[in-house]
């Protein structure tokens, strides 16, 4: 059947198989010899010292993995600080004056912080937020948008043993107000606002309305003029740049932290309503962030670097701040959209600043491609060296787009898998190493035990599909899963296995030379436009409108088109009408943010359910995507998917003749 949308397999069978790395960049690749899976294969739990030498220790660790787990611990007995090791090191070596951050405003006003600058605002600010009251282990909530105050936040929060919970802004105000007593925060810090292509978003006055209604207190806010505007501090409200003021020139002595201490936690979207809390630890993350940083993005003190991620998600924790500032690069940042002003807008930065290295999202690079190859043909890109992509998987015609555009055919591509929980990057091909296929990530990185298997944990065949799991711990593992939770456990997990394993909650498929292609989430969890939301939180938001009954949300599965489809069942006797549809709209911007709004609300007087009662999501899959759908005698109403999928038809103007 034809519906104007392609399936991944034509396009893949399309291409060439591989890709090797140019030689050119394998002469200078940081990782160009092939026996490092080998040596790493044979020396683990060991192999990991070679990540953890990259850091700088107060006390050494005694033994890399501790424990037959669980529990595990890594590098237990050592302690560090993960501010130092992004700072005072590289100040202290030969990086005193190399540019740190290079940030660029909306309006291309631009700040430029050397490593010295940075460290002094973080010593400056660590010490405003010492004054207010914050000690190690307090949790500090960050609620900004990437401006160069959240990564300074974030190594003042570091410098002082303070976890942070950074919030993407985008979240709303509930969103935000479920973070903060998710992790108990007394602090928050967030700005005025900010400007979205070309609309401001008063950020403070939804941070007020969270703080009204989170259970605890929240003792003091520190508020960052973005605006400029005369934005009213009220009670237990502080100036960011009055606070740093008071605080010029002082040193913070960095507080000395276990390597198994907490450096951040970060709230994630998983199978349940309720935001799922992962705890990072300082040594083990870091030394994952950092070696992969290194290895994989192959960055080191002479690169200038760019990624399109945002420092609220994790992409942005481990490869904005921590992990290239580990290293010492120079790290290029942008406010607001790459389209805006103009849709060359990273272009232009990557040929201003000589960036080397550029990381973005397969979403990201789909919209490259229909804005058009003549903006970046327009701009001088020669100085790339390495383009990488992380978010989902990437389909193959935008692969050989983003190679042939953006690389010149003289870059290679690192299509990198892993998630909030894993901390860094699992699966992916080095640059200076592996050859490169289209669509599939790679292998394991060394020393990494992931696997595809059955539902028993048994290997997949080549190219049969089954579960991504990781069989072995890793360094950058959340504190959770090293105590030994398993989140698997908690909803229905469909793989079970003797001895310890952490399902991923991805599908995927492994080919003959090992490489692992992911095919997406099998759980309840969906990504959107590079966005991850449990399909429980969008669906709770959704039922809480007056007169719906019932919802069930799913995501479209097609590389040209991001968004979620909702299917919502009213009261018998209410009409599904637009003001229904803008109650709905309106309830999930409130709860969670403008980013789960359905593209499409259907209402349906049934949802597809088996006798038992449970809503059979997979029929909506196939209707939402045009896709054939399967044996639905089992369900108790199958006269629904029918319905639903002329509904769908006609709502979409899509049919089988269409094309
Ligand atoms: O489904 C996988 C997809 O993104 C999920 C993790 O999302 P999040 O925790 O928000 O982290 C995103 C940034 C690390 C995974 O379970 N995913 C991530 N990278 C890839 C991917 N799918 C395919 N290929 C990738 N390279």
Known sequence: MSNGRESGTPEQSAEPSGRLPPTGFVEQANAADASIYETFESTWPDCWEQAADRLTWNDAYDTVLSGDGPPFEWFAGGTLNASVNCL?????????????????????????????????????????????????????????????????????????????????????ADALATRLESAASNYLVTCDGYYRRGNPILLKRKADDARLTVDHDVRETVVVDRLDGDTHLGANQHDYHELVE???????????????????????????????KVKHTTGGYLAHVTWTTETVLDLGPADTYLSTANIGWISGHSYVVYGPLAVGSTVVMYEGAPDYPEKDRIWNLIESNAVDVFYTAPTVIRSFMKWGAEYPDAHDLSSLRLLGTVGEPINPR????????????????????WQTETGGMMVTTLPGIDEMKPGSAGRPIPGTDAQVVDGTGAACAPDDPGYLVIRRPWPGMPLALQRGRRWADDHAAPVDIDGWFYFTGDGAKVDDDGYITVLGRVDDVINVSGHRLGTMEVESAIVDVDHVVEAAV??????????????????????????????????????IGPIAIPEEIIFTPDLPKTRSGKIMRRFLENITNGEQFGDTSTLRNPEVVGELESIVRDRTGTSEDSE
């Not at 960050?142 to 993407?168: D, K, Q, T």
């Not at 008071?246 to 935001?275: K, M, Q, W, Y």
């Not at 555009?405 to 591509?413: A, L, V």
């Open 554 to 591: 799913v995501s479209i599965d097609d590389p040209r088109e991001d968004g979620i489809y909702a299917y919502v069942t009213l009261e018998a006797g209410v009409t599904g009408d637009e003001a229904i549809r803008n109650h709905i709209v309106d309830r999930v911007r409130e709860r």
């Open 398 to 417: 935008a692969w050989k787009w983003y190679y042939e555009h953006i690389g010149n055919e003289d870059c290679p591509i690192v299509d990198t898998w």
């Open 246 to 276: 008071r605080h010029a020139g002082t040193v913070v002595d960095p507080v000395e932290r276990a390597a198994n201490d907490c450096l951040f936690l970060i709230h994630t979207s998983g199978t349940t309503g309720e935001p799922k």
């Open 88 to 172: 005072d090191r590289h100040v202290e070596g030969d990086g005193k004056n190399r540019v740190a951050i290079k940030w660029e405003s909306r309006t291309g006003e631009t700040r430029v912080y050397t490593y010295q600058d940075l460290s002094r605002e973080v010593n400056e600010f660590a010490a405003g937020l010492r004054e207010l009251g914050v000690e190690a282990d307090d949790v500090v909530t960050l609620y900004m948008p990437n401006i160069p105050e959240l990564p300074i936040a974030m190594l003042a929060c570091a410098r002082l043993g303070a976890p942070h919970n950074v919030v993407f802004a985008g979240l709303s």
